[in-house]
């Protein structure tokens, strides 16, 4: 059974910094592009940011410049660094690791994080 867990959530003030990390287990994902996710309530769930399986980056153009994320495919961990942190980042993080295989296309999600940045 595949399981993406998050961890490195938690409260911190504007300005300051997190680190998230996203340990999978269940399946191997060095070939699969992983990202992390977040979700305000009632908005929908937004990019952050996303590493491929090659190591090229992307980011959401609110994120940019501040977070950086990395992955260590001998941990089978993608991390999410996370600096200048504003109170508008203040979310559920969620992990999202996705590919094909054999079988077809494939999708997993972590069960999110909190985080919460105060002004």
């Known amino acids: 059974q595949v399981h993406l867990v998050e961890s490195g959530g938690g409260s911190v003030q504007a300005g300051g910094s997190l680190r998230l990390s996203c340990a999978a287990s269940?399946?191997?994902?060095?070939?699969?592009?992983m990202g992390w996710y977040r979700q305000v309530p009632g908005k929908e769930r937004e990019l952050v940011a996303v590493?491929?399986?090659?190591?090229?980056?992307m980011y959401a153009d609110s994120v940019k410049g501040r977070f950086s994320i990395s992955r260590d495919n001998a941990k089978n961990t993608v991390y999410l660094e996370m600096n200048s942190l504003k109170f508008e980042d203040t979310a559920v993080y969620y992990c999202?690791?996705?590919?094909?295989?054999?079988?077809?296309?494939?999708?997993?999600w972590g069960q999110g994080t909190h985080i919460t940045v105060s002004s």
């Open positions: 269940g399946r191997r994902f060095r070939g699969s592009a």
């Open positions: 590493i491929t399986s090659g190591g090229s980056t």
């Open positions: 999202n690791a996705a590919g094909r295989d054999y079988l077809g296309s494939y999708e997993y």
